[in-house]
């Protein structure tokens, strides 16, 4: 069968790849469960292979700490939608990296309070994947919960994001935040032109969750990490989204890891010259270096001698 005809520019690959997917999926749903006609056949099987199937790889947008504070500081109406969306995204980001219709759902129940009575942590099931989500609060994300907490709502939500709209269904639901997550986005935009962001119109809520990813991924965190705080379904998809990123940033990663085993291997080669014994010292070394790590150092700055000196236990 012959490819079919362009789809033209106004649709971007991604999404029709998205929608045929979908529509193959009823299809063969469709024949498995015999709704299909008597004998028809399954037309994705003739499209194997066709462009408009593949996937365009997308470089993800993402914001620097700096930029995600720009955006916090931005002033914004008291008490308007513009700022209840501003505290929302920074909120996401520094609670894991919420989606929108978690945050926009997110009630004062699923906000777990330490001795003293301030937001601690977040508990909550994740309204696409219905997964049990679980992230302590952070001072930022305690910040903006905190400036919310003596408002009171009788339907318990966090946000006035989803006011007027009826909730009381799944369906239901998904339209709503489907509808002010549009809203949302538009109004980022406009925080971005303010806060002097590069590419203002480059912004959606769902950049908190890329922008986290890339800050932990510069902050030394593996993709089974970043999966487990994404709270991906696979590890496959988290490395999907960090291939989105530019190269600069994976190849600073790629390179501090390379630091730490040079100066690991200097460390254990001079351990070996002096006769002491190697394999209780190459682990210590290993512990060590990874402390070193996640308390801030660069891989890439530590020297043979320094390396070696951590060995010294």
Same mark, same amino acid.
């Given at each position: 069968?012959?490819?079919?005809?362009?789809?033209? $520019?106004?649709?971007?690959?991604?999404? /029709?790849?998205?929608?045929? %997917?979908? @529509? +193959? %999926?009823?299809? !063969?749903?469709?024949?498995?469960v015999g709704e299909a006609p008597a004998g028809w056949a399954d037309p994705f099987e003739r499209l194997q292979g066709d462009p408009l199937l593949r996937t365009e790889r997308v470089e993800k947008g993402r914001l620097t700490h700096g930029e995600i504070a720009a955006l916090a500081a931005v002033r914004a109406e008291p008490g308007s939608m513009v700022e209840v969306v501003r =505290?929302?995204?920074?909120l996401a980001f520094y609670a894991g990296g919420m989606r929108f219709g978690d945050a926009a759902l997110l009630r004062w129940a699923d906000v777990e309070r330490d001795a003293g009575g301030a937001p601690n942590r977040l508990v909550y099931r994740a309204e696409k994947t219905r997964k049990p %989500?679980?992230?302590?609060?952070?001072?930022?994300?305690?910040? @903006?919960?905190? #400036?919310? =907490?003596?408002?009171? *709502?009788?339907?318990?939500?966090?946000?006035?994001?989803? $006011?007027?709209?009826?909730?009381? %269904?799944?369906?239901? &639901? !998904?339209?709503?935040?489907?509808? #002010?997550n549009a809203y949302a986005n538009k109004a980022l935009k406009k925080l971005a032109r303010r806060a002097g962001l590069s590419d203002p119109d480059a912004l959606t809520f769902h950049v908190a969750r890329h922008s986290l990813a890339a800050y932990l991924l510069d902050a030394g965190?593996?993709?089974?990490?970043?999966?487990?705080?994404l709270r991906h379904s696979s590890v496959q998809v988290t490395e999907r989204d960090l291939g989105g990123f530019d190269r600069g940033l994976l190849d600073e990663a790629y390179r501090d890891a390379f630091g730490v085993v040079k100066a690991l291997t @200097?460390?254990?080669?001079?351990?070996?010259? *002096?006769?002491?014994?190697?394999?209780?010292?190459?682990?210590?070394? &290993?512990?060590?270096? /990874?402390?070193?790590? &996640?308390?801030?150092? +660069?891989?890439?700055?530590?020297?043979?001698?320094?390396?070696? =000196? +951590?060995?010294q236990v």
């Open positions: 069968m012959a490819a079919l005809s362009p789809h033209g $520019d106004g649709l971007k690959q991604n999404y /029709v790849r998205k929608v045929l %997917t979908c @529509v +193959r %999926t009823a299809c !063969r749903q469709a024949i498995r =505290d929302a995204f920074v %989500t679980a992230v302590p609060a952070v001072p930022e994300a305690a910040e @903006v919960l905190v #400036r919310y =907490d003596g408002l009171a *709502r009788a339907d318990g939500f966090v946000f006035p994001l989803l $006011d007027g709209y009826d909730l009381s %269904t799944p369906a239901k &639901r !998904r339209q709503a935040v489907s509808a #002010r965190l593996g993709a089974h990490a970043i999966k487990e705080v @200097v460390a254990v080669s001079e351990e070996q010259t *002096r006769g002491r014994p190697g394999a209780m010292s190459v682990a210590k070394g &290993r512990r060590r270096a /990874v402390r070193v790590t &996640r308390r801030g150092e +660069r891989p890439s700055e530590l020297t043979a001698s320094s390396a070696c =000196d +951590r060995c």
